[in-house]
């Protein structure tokens, strides 16, 4: 399929469409890849400077695209960059929850004030731009929202404060959303992203056999790239997922689904299975 057909079967084009903390690797992704299905783009991200790069780049490649410096844990910042993105762009049609925010810190001592920032970010930002994107779609009857959880959704990530806690919350922001809005026709679904290559991780894959042994536990035995997320962000995001409502799309490589390989089952593994 050519970049014109793909851009045709998602029927974005034109579209009005917002992707938080667009200046990350994820982000950055989603924005390129819903650009080059013909959306008009507004990118929000507290790291102004990198935004701006962002959007000038995309630019470059005839992307319509204008960055917005915003700060989702803040309200009034939230509320300032959606004036200004509806008097730039118009009203938006698509809102993608991405920016986040990882603390280090386990549950025993993790300060209380590093616990609020991460939901406020993680958590408390999501809903906040939910809210000032989501109104236009309201008032016209139509928008989907797309929000970027994690598989930390659905299991401990140990030793990282709030990280799980708030994904897992945001999950469930997200079918409170679609439950309440579906009606009024604005989508709300989750994503669930798990070992993706970022620009934040990709120190971690240069240590030793890092990279080899996180690969084996996964099904598809590669590390996802934030193209494999964007992809899934954008179809959600579009006409043609018009019926998926309130769901959950877990892009991991089917690493949730390897987890009985992970406990020893004498008899059952490779070795004693050649014809694996």
């Not at 991200?45 to 005839?62: F, I, P, S, W």
């Not at 590390?223 to 799309?249: K, M």
Request: glycine share 10%; net charge negative.
């Amino acid at each position: 399929m050519t970049k014109q057909n793909e851009s045709e079967w998602l029927a974005l084009n034109d579209k009005v469409c917002v992707v938080t903390g667009a200046a990350g690797g994820i982000g950055s992704a989603i924005a390129k890849v819903l650009g080059e299905s013909g959306a008009r783009l507004a990118l929000l991200d507290r790291e102004a400077g990198k935004c701006e790069d962002l959007a000038q780049t995309l630019g470059a490649n005839g992307i319509e695209a204008f960055s917005f410096a915003c700060d989702i844990g803040d309200a009034r910042s939230v509320e300032a960059a959606a004036a200004s993105v509806e008097a730039k762009l118009g009203a938006a049609d698509v809102l993608v929850n991405n920016a986040g925010l990882l603390r280090p810190g386990g549950i025993e001592d993790i300060a209380l004030d590093a616990w609020n920032a991460m939901l406020q970010v993680n958590l408390t930002g999501y809903m906040l731009c939910s809210q000032a994107f989501g109104r236009a779609m309201l008032r016209k009857g139509a928008g989907s929202i797309v929000h970027v959880a994690s598989v930390a959704a659905h299991h401990p990530q140990t030793w990282s404060g709030a990280y799980s806690p708030g994904k897992a919350a945001v999950a469930m922001l997200s079918k409170q959303i679609a439950a309440e809005w579906g009606p009024r026709g604005v989508r709300s679904n989750a994503v669930c992203p798990g070992m993706i290559r970022t620009p934040l991780s990709a120190s971690f894959y240069e240590q030793g056999d890092v990279e080899q042994r996180r690969s084996a536990m996964t099904a598809s035995r590669r590390i996802g790239e934030p193209v494999d997320i964007a992809d899934v962000v954008a179809f959600l995001a579009s006409p043609r997922a018009g019926y998926v409502n309130g769901t959950e799309l877990v892009v991991d490589g089917g690493l949730e689904c390897m987890l009985m390989d992970l406990v020893p089952r004498p008899g059952f593994d490779a070795k004693a299975n050649p014809a694996r």
